[in-house]
């Protein structure tokens, strides 16, 4: 199993562009999750999703979009980039009944 | 909300020495609490976990401890080794039971 994956690993942004940041997970979990992790803020809910079609916000969800069309995959879209979006965000995914988490590599992104 | 606060921001011991990081909640309803390690450059992993049924769970010379009255536990790692040089970080599941509230993070060197 290649466990929980991202891409890119690395990306910059110019103000008002949009991008879309891909995750993908082949552990047939149904919960996933996107976290920014930000200079002593931990790491803050932006979007989760119990199964496929079923997405809610976290605690930080404006200027982000999601969508869950396949247990796979739960891609996070970003529409206008703003310089307040610079921050590293993570993926993440658990079985149903489990707690345990499995977080993904990470996505660096600089926004100008 | 739940609310995670954590302390030390940043801890240095010796090579040998005892290492304790600590956290406190906000929702006595809580009733899960993971800790994760996360190296330089990955993702979070998650090292140990208790849940509120139990105040000590042990794992090697990793062991946690919760006082529900105070709502706050701790991470203990004894015989320190420079691998455990990491960010540690503390959650609690949230009062919807589906997601984590984390701390913001505990930078641990561990000196040779």
């Known amino acids: 199993n290649a466990g929980v994956t991202q891409t890119p690993k690395f990306q910059v942004l110019k103000t008002g562009q949009s991008m879309t940041l891909q995750c993908a997970q082949d552990?047939?979990?149904?919960?996933m999750s996107w976290y920014r992790q930000d200079p002593g803020m931990g790491l803050r809910l932006i979007h989760y999703?119990?199964?496929?079609?079923?997405?809610d916000q976290g605690e930080v969800p404006n200027g982000y979009n999601v969508s869950r069309s396949t247990t796979e995959d739960f891609p996070l879209r970003l529409l206008s980039a703003a310089p307040s979006q610079t921050s590293v965000y993570f993926c993440?995914?658990?079985?149903?009944?489990?707690?345990?988490?499995?977080f993904g590599p990470g996505t660096r992104l600089l926004v100008l | 909300g739940e609310n995670v606060e954590q302390h030390p921001s940043t801890l240095s011991v010796q090579e040998g020495d005892s290492a304790v990081i600590k956290c406190t909640y906000s929702?006595?309803?809580?009733?899960?609490f993971p800790w994760y390690k996360q190296e330089l450059g990955k993702g979070p992993q998650l090292i140990i976990d208790?849940?509120?049924?139990?105040g000590e769970k042990k794992d090697q010379r990793i062991a946690v401890t919760l006082n529900k009255t105070a709502k706050h536990f701790s991470l203990h790692i004894t015989e320190t080794q420079p691998e455990d040089s990491a960010v540690y970080f503390c959650?609690?599941?949230?009062?919807?039971?589906?997601?984590?509230?984390f701390g913001p993070g505990t930078r641990l060197s561990v000196l040779p």
């Open positions: 993440a995914s658990r079985a149903s009944g489990v707690e345990t988490q499995y």
């Open positions: 552990m047939n979990h149904e919960y």
């Open positions: 999703s119990v199964g496929a079609g079923i997405t």
């Open positions: 929702d006595s309803a809580s009733n899960y």
């Open positions: 208790i849940r509120s049924n139990v």
């Open positions: 959650a609690a599941r949230d009062n919807y039971g589906q997601n984590f509230v």
